[in-house]
């Protein structure tokens, strides 16, 4: 199972993105999938997660401001950031945990690439 993250770029406070992770390989069921970010010199955070039935969770730096939803056709997680902050700059990661198959074995828990997003003015 892979992990394909694209959106990220270069904003100005204030402005928007729209990161989106598609997910891809022999898939049976994904239960959660998320979006997780590291600064430079700091620990990776988590910044949104949503469930299957679409219930999400956010870190309270970002409540009100993004936004996160799945496609489950598609396999496909998205977060839409509006008024973005230069404390919103570093590498956005997803993450999905699932199941390849019926079997409980088959879980995974794969990591996207890293997508960079830069807040600056």
């Known amino acids: 199972v892979q992990l394909q993250a694209c959106g990220g770029g270069l904003v100005q406070p204030g402005g928007s993105l729209r990161l989106s992770c598609a997910t891809s390989?022999?898939?049976?069921?994904?239960?959660?999938m998320g979006w997780h970010r590291q600064a430079p010199g700091k620990q990776r955070e988590s910044v949104a997660v949503?469930?299957?039935?679409?219930?999400?969770n956010y870190a309270e730096s970002v409540k009100g401001r993004f936004t996160i939803s799945r496609d489950n056709a598609k396999n496909t997680v998205y977060l839409q950031m509006d008024g973005l902050k230069p404390e919103d700059t570093a590498v956005y990661y997803c993450?999905?945990?699932?199941?390849?198959?019926?079997?409980?074995?088959?879980?995974?828990?794969?990591w996207g690439q890293g997508t960079q997003v830069t807040v600056s003015s």
């Open positions: 993450n999905v945990q699932g199941h390849r198959t019926r079997a409980l074995s088959s879980w995974f828990n794969p």
């Open positions: 390989g022999s898939i049976f069921s994904i239960n959660v």
């Open positions: 949503v469930t299957y039935g679409g219930i999400p």
